[in-house]
């Protein structure tokens, strides 16, 4: 077990966070019944992977769950801002610009900070391969951190990042019948009225 759900100061509003990011999941591993929860250890609640469903976001957390690395999944709302231990890229930043975080804190540590809230209900998208703006709701949200994450674990970090992870989050994409993005552009925001969620799982 080495994957985990940061309820932070386990506030009730932090609480409801986490059992947004453990819907997301659920999403993310589209219901396959070997995803638990474990025992709660201070703040952290460690994910448990018994793997019974084949597929690209199936495989990516099961890898995790299996790592020797600790990777700490945060979810946050729209008012988080990156604290002093976040890397430069990111430190003092409000999260809306970014929508989500990964960094690596330490040799044996991860961390995924995502906005659980799609900025407050205003909704993120990313752009496709025409330049149209598409939908990039949670789910698909954590995919693309948890690929950073992955490739963190597997030291295979390219010297273009997001370019891999948006092929990886390509590959969610397709797994789930959503439309892809343009994985060679970071480009995106928040503002979309119309957006649609992945196809929800049983
Ligand atoms: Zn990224």
Do not use: C, K, R, V
């Given at each position: 077990m080495a994957l985990f759900i940061d309820l932070g100061n386990r506030t009730i509003g932090e609480i409801l966070i986490g059992s947004i990011v453990d819907a997301d999941l659920t999403q993310l591993m589209r219901c396959d019944p070997g995803y638990l929860l474990g025992i709660q250890i201070d703040a952290l609640v460690p994910l448990i992977y018994h793997q019974s469903f084949a597929g690209f976001s199936q495989n990516l957390v099961n890898s995790l769950v299996n790592s020797l690395k600790n990777i700490i999944i945060k979810g946050v709302d729209q008012n988080y801002i990156f604290p002093p231990s976040s890397p430069d890229n990111v430190r003092?930043?409000?999260i809306t610009a970014i929508g989500g975080a990964c960094w690596?804190?330490?040799?044996d540590l991860i961390r995924v900070v995502y906005d659980t809230t799609q900025a407050g209900g205003k909704n993120y998208y990313v752009l496709d391969n025409a330049g149209n703006k598409i939908s990039f709701p949670n789910a698909i949200m954590l995919a693309h951190e948890l690929s950073h994450a992955f490739h963190f674990v597997n030291g295979?970090?390219?010297?273009?990042p997001e370019v891999q992870a948006e092929t990886d989050e390509n590959s969610f994409r397709d797994q789930v019948g959503f439309p892809e993005r343009n994985a060679a552009t970071h480009d995106g925001g928040f503002g979309l009225p119309d957006a649609e969620d992945i196809p929800l799982c049983p």
């Open positions: 003092g930043m409000l690596q804190e330490s040799p295979d970090t390219s010297s273009l």
